[in-house]
């Protein structure tokens, strides 16, 4: 869901838990993994997410919406967050956050929902909703079918790398835009590459990324005559 600093936004929503940051850490040189308390009763589906705010003066009111990478199963809650700096946004305000701060959470929202074996393509932070879905189908024995195409611009990018490798094994594929390793050839998710994986009509098309970046896979898909009601998105 966190795939770009999006405008702050407000919401009517009466559900509201303050919950206390846990443990702050580094995935990425720009990712951070938060790790808080979770409200009694408090479940979702993966993939799913929630508005998020700051507990502090002047920031309680200002939402924006983040894809929880935890299980239900955990006694806790994950968000896997990149911080965009330069324009004085709310991750950047989280990037200086730590444990024993607070975070204000409300309801829980969301679309993109596991339906069944397909290809999930991400586009950078895009990768967040997959990444509890992934964890939930390996607990459930039901990984197997399923790939990943995972696009950024270089190595360093790449979240949860190690994780994502280990759970899909080869059906994980990196494609780097400009790698730095000079062995690896460059590329970009193409009408071309999804080709490749179109060969079964019943599979599912999972996407999330930036806004540009979700329509343009929409347009790839659509030229491939595959039917909008195997495509999942964030509505």
Known sequence: ????????????STVKHI????????VTYNVKRFVTEKPKGYVFIPGQATDVAINKTGLEDKLRPF??????????????IKIYKGHDGITEKM??????DEL??????????????GVFIAGGAGITPFIS???QLKLDDQ????TLLF????????ICKAELSYLLGENCVNILKTPLDPNIKSGIIDTQLLAAYSGNKESYWYICGPEAFTFAMMANLEELGVRKQRIVIEQ
């Open 67 to 80: 894809t929880f990478t935890s299980l239900n199963d955990w006694g806790y809650l994950e968000f896997t």
């Open 133 to 135: 879905i992934f964890r």
């Open 19 to 26: 919950v206390r940051i846990l443990n702050v850490e580094d």
């Open 104 to 117: 204000i959470i409300h309801e829980v929202f969301g679309t993109i929902q596991y339906k069944g074996s």
């Open 151 to 158: 696009a950024n611009h270089n190595e360093n990018d790449i």
């Open 95 to 100: 990037a200086s956050l730590k444990t024993g």
């Open 1 to 12: 869901m966190e795939t770009e600093e999006l405008p702050i936004q407000t919401t009517n």
């Open 143 to 146: 990984l197997e079918g399923n």
